[in-house]
T-cell receptor, first 111, second 114 residues
Framework: GEDVEQSLFLSVREGDSSVINCTYT??????LYWYKQEPGAGLQLLTY?????DMKQDQRLTVLLNKKDKHLSLRIADTQTGDSAIYFC???????????FGKGTKLSVKP | GAGVSQSPSNKVTEKGKDVELRCDPI?????LYWYRQRLGQGLEFLIY????????KSGLPSDRFSAERTGESVSTLTIQRTQQEDSAVYLC????????????FGQGTRLTVV
């Protein structure tokens, strides 16, 4: 079945760039997403990329998609302490429409 | 409504009791998802509704779990004979269509089985 894999932890210093990686298995995925979950809060859509794109930039966020390798990354430039959260990669099952999530990467930003 | 609404926000129940969790999706959203998130864990898919199609129940962990949705409105997730391992945050999300739209999440129901 479909699967989404992420590393579980990432620690960076304030001001550095963070890169969170994700791999997925469903080649028919049409959209791939990054969600953010702050402590004690629900999931919030951060950004998304359509499968025919290689890159999408939105202010401090850059999403890179390598469709051949089924690899997705989220780069956060000038990481701030407020970026500390769990980041979930998700793909939309191309045939069923269901959302498949990774286990989340916990980003810790040290001052 | 303005967003996805879930109730109750917190529920404490005794082991063996039945519980019912409610989700009000955003008006007009045809797709609705239920996920479970155990403490410190990722999202575990439970069930997915899309319009009037048969729901995808492949994530329900046991026959104690069931969910219903009437048309494109409210959904209820029922857990019968609750067990301690059912303790988790149950998240509901909805999206406009099955194809291109991202999902909006509710704040979740925190279920504690004692």
């Amino acid at each position: 079945g479909e699967d989404v894999e992420q590393s579980l932890f990432l620690s960076v210093r304030e001001g550095d760039s963070s890169v969170i990686n994700c791999t997925y298995t469903d080649s028919s995925s049409t959209y791939l997403y990054w969600y953010k979950q702050e402590p004690g809060a629900g999931l919030q859509l951060l950004t998304y990329i359509f499968s025919n794109m290689d890159m999408k930039q939105d202010q401090r966020l850059t999403v890179l998609l390598n469709k051949k390798d089924k690899h997705l990354s989220l780069r956060i430039a000038d990481t701030q302490t407020g970026d500390s959260a769990i980041y979930f990669c998700a793909e939309k099952d191309g045939s069923q429409g269901n959302l498949i999530f990774g286990k989340g990467t916990k980003l810790s930003v040290k001052p | 409504g303005a967003g996805v609404s879930q109730s109750p926000s917190n529920k404490v129940t005794e082991k063996g009791k039945d519980v019912e969790l409610r989700c009000d999706p955003i008006s007009g959203h045809t797709a609705l998802y239920w996920y479970r998130q155990r403490l410190g864990q990722g999202l575990e898919f439970l069930i997915y509704f899309q319009g009037n199609s048969a729901p995808d129940k492949s994530g329900l962990p046991s026959d104690r779990f069931s969910a219903e949705r009437t048309g494109e409105s409210v959904s209820t997730l029922t857990i019968q004979r609750t067990q301690q391992e059912d303790s988790a945050v149950y998240l509901c999300a909805s999206s406009l269509t099955r194809d291109r739209d991202w999902a909006f999440f509710g704040q979740g129901t925190r279920l504690t089985v004692v």
